[in-house]
């Protein structure tokens, strides 16, 4: 059997995958619309936050490349933890700190195609 594999992921995905690795979701307890609803704008406000600091653009969610979909997932994780109960300090429990998702995601997109001020030198 073979599995379907996409080179993108959406912001459903996203937000699920985040819940599912805070424990606010899972097979036996699926997501509930509330708790989607505070993932997907929450999610926004973690991609905003990426890119006002300079470590990623997306031009749109929806279409994020499976890669970044997975570290955006870890910091919006990150992101949703104390509103599930769970006040531990970052980086000590399952998911990475905050600058270990950038260091990632600069890696990641460090080939990409970068779309903020670029450097150049003429000689």
Avoid: C, K
Wanted: charged share 15%; no cysteine.
């Amino acid at each position: 059997m073979t599995f379907p594999t996409s080179a993108s992921r959406g912001s459903i995905w996203i937000a699920t995958s985040a819940l599912s690795r805070i424990g606010a979701a899972s097979v036996d307890n699926p997501v509930s619309p509330e708790d989607l609803a505070l993932a997907l704008d929450r999610l926004d406000v973690v991609v905003q936050n990426l890119q006002g600091r300079g470590v990623l653009y997306l031009a749109d969610v929806d279409t994020t490349p499976s890669a970044l979909a997975h570290e955006i997932a870890n910091a919006l994780a990150l992101s949703l933890q104390p509103d599930f109960g769970d006040n531990a300090p970052p980086g000590t429990g399952a998911l990475p700190p905050q600058d270990a998702i950038d260091a990632n995601i600069r890696r990641i997109t460090a080939d990409l195609v970068s779309y903020g001020p670029q450097q150049a030198t003429y000689f």
